[in-house]
């Protein structure tokens, strides 16, 4: 099993970039889909991006399509989300996640990061 870590947030302008990292404890990491999550105040928690085992496919929530950019790096059990061209509604804490099993887009997460908040000004 392993353990997600993020990093990267912070506060930002509407129309700014943030690349938030989540490195992943544990050997098997190459074989667990990734996802990013976010939730903000007073909202239910909402998926964002999810990567294949390799990085090869990925999936977006129509929210952030075209804006954010989800990566892997398996050598350094590490990924990644681009945000790019940030809204205020973007505002929220984000959280990175683990998937075991096969299915695709994942439908169920087994380990999940505490999070790291993501600020946009306006």
């Known amino acids: 099993q392993v353990q997600p870590v993020e990093s990267g947030g912070g506060l930002v302008q509407a129309g700014g970039s943030l690349r938030l990292s989540c490195a992943a404890s544990g050997r098997t990491f190459s074989s667990y889909r990734m996802g990013w999550f976010r939730q903000a105040p007073g909202k239910e928690r909402e998926f964002v991006a999810a990567?294949?085992?390799?990085?090869?496919?990925?999936y977006y929530a129509d929210s952030v399509k075209g804006r954010f950019t989800i990566s892997r790096d398996n050598a350094k059990n590490t990924v990644y989300l681009q945000m790019n061209s940030l809204k205020p509604e973007d505002t929220a804490v984000y959280y990175c996640?683990?998937?075991?099993?096969?299915?695709?887009?994942?439908?169920?997460?087994?380990?999940w990061g505490q999070g790291t908040q993501v600020t946009v000004s306006s």
């Open positions: 990567i294949s085992w390799s990085g090869g496919t990925t």
């Open positions: 996640a683990a998937a075991a099993g096969s299915s695709w887009p994942p439908q169920r997460f087994d380990s």
